[in-house]
């Protein structure tokens, strides 16, 4: 089983940079790669990046290429997402996720 508890949400305005943080706990040794995924109100939740714990593999959608970066630190079982040039597209709950295993989610606002 594992465990997901992602930070570092805020509200920033368009332009602006924000990392968000997601630290796994329980059975780390036996997932293979980590996602990030955002949801906003109302819509359906949409895979945004995700990266190999293996080799550090990065996968990113169309919309945050060039913008967003995937990173992970094995020894603290962490995986961060630091977005770049955030749009107004871009505010959501971004979740932390691996097969059926989900965190709680951080807020990202962007506003002017």
């Known amino acids: 089983q594992l465990r997901f508890v992602e930070s570092g949400g805020g509200l920033v305005q368009p332009g602006e940079s924000l990392s968000v943080s997601c630290v796994a706990s329980g059975s780390t040794a036996d997932y293979y790669a980590i996602g990030w995924v955002r949801q906003v109100p109302g819509k359906e939740r949409e895979g945004v990046s995700c990266?190999?714990?293996?080799?550090?593999?990065?996968y990113y959608i169309e919309s945050v290429k060039g913008r967003f970066t995937i990173s992970r630190d094995n020894a603290t079982n962490t995986v961060y997402l630091q977005m770049n040039g955030l749009k107004p597209e871009d505010p959501a709950v971004y979740y932390c996720?691996?097969?059926?295993?989900w965190g709680q989610g951080t807020q990202v606002t962007v506003s002017s």
């Open positions: 996720n691996e097969g059926a295993y």
């Open positions: 990266i190999s714990i293996r080799d550090g593999t990065a």
